[in-house]
């Protein structure tokens, strides 16, 4: 073999057959490591979605009031009135109060929206503002108001200040002086609405309820319509939009009026026949969404509700919803205690499901438990839970999926409140997918053969060169190899040339034992190492004036080195 890589033929030969076994072996080995061992199966996505709802029914109280927003249909809208309607006009109702009797004027604009699907949020941005107008001069807001809810009804206080409202007035006559005749008033109830159904039908309206203002000296005169109403048909959902400004007018001591506050829902109605008063347990119930801090003392019942919506790219057959609704009560985790709300039921496709939020009951049990365990008060945790476990067929495979929801409450002595953050809940998942074997992959095993078949052929070819550059360097002369390390190590000193020059009369030559010594002198004299290869021998020399220096290799030299 020896004899054989001495050859250049052989070393042809091997060099060729190293590099062929690291391109084979390379190859397969990249496409081995790119063939991926599993493939994805195609999968289906799916959403789950829960939403809470509640409302709270009171009784009659002063805190919140009894009168319930007027019915949309009952509004009367009146256009072009003929000649001969001038009597039932004369009877409109007449809000006249006397400026020398008022102590405050309080106002109350009220706003509700009845949409024809169940609601999962709305955001409610109000605005009631206090118009100025000398008419074809100029119009100012004068006063203005805000509130923001995130639940209905919307109810928006303020103080109407008359006098405030006559000064802003005389201030834009001074500066523009120009004295109005006669300016006009009116006050508008401007609502933004966004809301978003459990369908997931989105409204986006504005809404505007203007009614005018009389201010003079003597009296303040509101008219109507004090109440309003507007239909949106805007398929596929519509909605109605109602409306209502109120006011509580404190006197002060007075001979005219026998009460100390006159209220808008208290003055007489023009109607031809009185009709009798309801007594308190059949009046009109009021009912307040979420959104609020509730009084137990105030509640009259709660009714809560659960609507689950399931919607998936792909059919599904034999679709089923095992739906149960419980209410865990928990005291700051001293103890806690489960009760069922809603049996366990099977519903097919979306559905809602109804069920008591029993406060009476609740605080019975607390306080039973309490005298059982000797803990007693403290805020207590209401966790109603929602639990879905959805089952179906795909053409990917088949559904089993659980889905629960907790809406989470609060029940203290005086208080009851609803975290709203809690109401909505959507998951998404997916059926099928996963991984299987690729049967277009190598079989297992074969990339570490051919990984160990690159390691040889680079072994190899490393050896071979290696050896070629022994044996390269083993037929150069001892001459030759030292004047080649010369040339490596002082290469940036070393100027090759064909002859050197003549040596004159005159000329003293120093000839030197070692390179080092002559390059030193080179450099301290910074002259270049002339070099001239001649028979066999090297000589290198520099020039400095008339003596010259050198370092002479001759064969002989080299081979006793």
């Known amino acids: 073999m020896k004899g054989f890589l001495g050859t250049f033929p052989g070393r042809v030969v091997c060099f060729g057959v190293a590099a062929l076994v690291i391109l084979v072996s390379g190859a397969n080995a990249i496409a081995d490591l790119r063939t991926p061992r599993e493939v994805a199966l195609p999968s289906v ?3 789950q979605t829960g939403h809470f709802d509640y409302s709270v029914s009171l009784k009659p109280s002063t805190l919140y009031g009894s009168a319930p927003l007027p019915d949309p249909d009952a509004v009367a809208v009146v256009d072009d009135v003929e000649p001969e309607d001038e009597e039932e006009e004369e009877e409109e109702i007449r809000h006249v109060f006397f400026r020398s009797l008022i102590d405050e004027f309080d106002m109350t604009f009220t706003y509700d929206l009845d949409v024809d699907e169940p609601l999962a949020s709305t955001d409610i941005e109000a605005e009631v503002v206090v118009y100025a107008t000398d008419p074809k001069v100029w119009e100012k807001d004068v006063l203005r108001f805000f509130n923001t809810q995130r639940s209905l009804p919307l109810v928006l206080d303020y103080i109407l200040e008359e006098d405030t409202v006559e000064n802003r007035v005389e201030d834009i006559e001074e500066d523009i002086n120009i004295s109005a005749g006669n300016v006009e008033y009116r006050i508008d109830g401007i609502v933004k609405v966004r809301a978003e159904t459990v369908g997931g039908q989105v409204i986006e309206d504005t809404y505007v309820h203007s009614i005018e203002l009389e201010i003079d000296n003597q009296q303040i005169e509101l008219h109507e319509p004090l109440a309003y109403s507007e239909q949106v048909n805007n398929a596929p959902v519509g909605w109605a939009h109602t409306s209502r400004f109120d006011y509580d007018v404190f006197l002060k001591s ?9 209220r808008s829902s208290g003055l007489p109605v023009a109607e031809p026949e009185e009709e009798p008063v309801l007594p308190a347990e059949t009046a009109p119930m009021q009912v307040l969404g979420p959104g609020h801090t509730y009084f137990p003392n105030l509640i009259h019942h709660v009714d809560g509700e659960f609507a689950f919506a399931f919607k998936c790219d792909s059919t599904v057959s034999d679709l089923q919803h095992d739906v149960g609704v419980t209410v865990n009560i928990v005291n700051e985790d001293t103890w806690e205690k489960t009760l069922s709300l809603v049996p366990r039921q099977t519903e097919n496709g979306d559905f809602v499901v109804t ?4 406060l009476s009951y609740y605080k019975a049990v607390i306080d039973a438990i309490g005298e059982e365990t000797g803990v007693r008060g403290g805020t207590h945790a209401l966790g109603i839970t929602a639990t879905v476990r959805t089952t179906g067929t795909t053409g990917l495979g088949r559904i089993n999926e659980s889905f ?10 005086a208080s ?3 975290d709203d953050e809690t109401l909505s809940q959507t998951v998404e998942a997916e059926v099928g997918g996963g991984t299987v074997p690729n049967e277009a992959a190598p079989p297992g095993g074969w990339r570490t053969p051919w990984l160990i078949g690159v390691a040889i052929g680079g072994l190899g070819l490393a050896y071979l060169v290696w050896r ?3 044996l390269r360097t083993a037929l150069l ?3 030759e190899v030292e004047a080649a390390g010369i040339a490596k190590k002082y290469r940036d000193m070393v100027v090759a040339v064909r002859g050197l020059p003549a040596i004159v009369e005159g000329d003293r030559i120093v000839s030197l034992r070692d390179v080092a010594d002559l390059a030193k002198i080179a450099d301290d004299s910074v002259k270049p190492m002339l070099h001239c290869s001649t028979n066999g021998t090297h000589s290198y020399v520099v020039l400095d004036g008339p003596i010259r220096y050198e370092y002479v290799i001759s064969s002989v030299d080299a081979e006793q080195k």
């Open 254 to 262: 007075n001979e005219l009026f026998d009460e100390p506050v006159l």
């Open 468 to 470: 070629e550059m022994r």
């Open 416 to 418: 009851f409140s609803v």
């Open 477 to 479: 002369s001892p001459a």
């Open 355 to 358: 069920f008591p939020i029993d």
């Open 45 to 47: 996505p799916y959403t």
């Open 404 to 413: 629960s929801q907790t809406m989470q409450c609060s029940l203290e002595k």
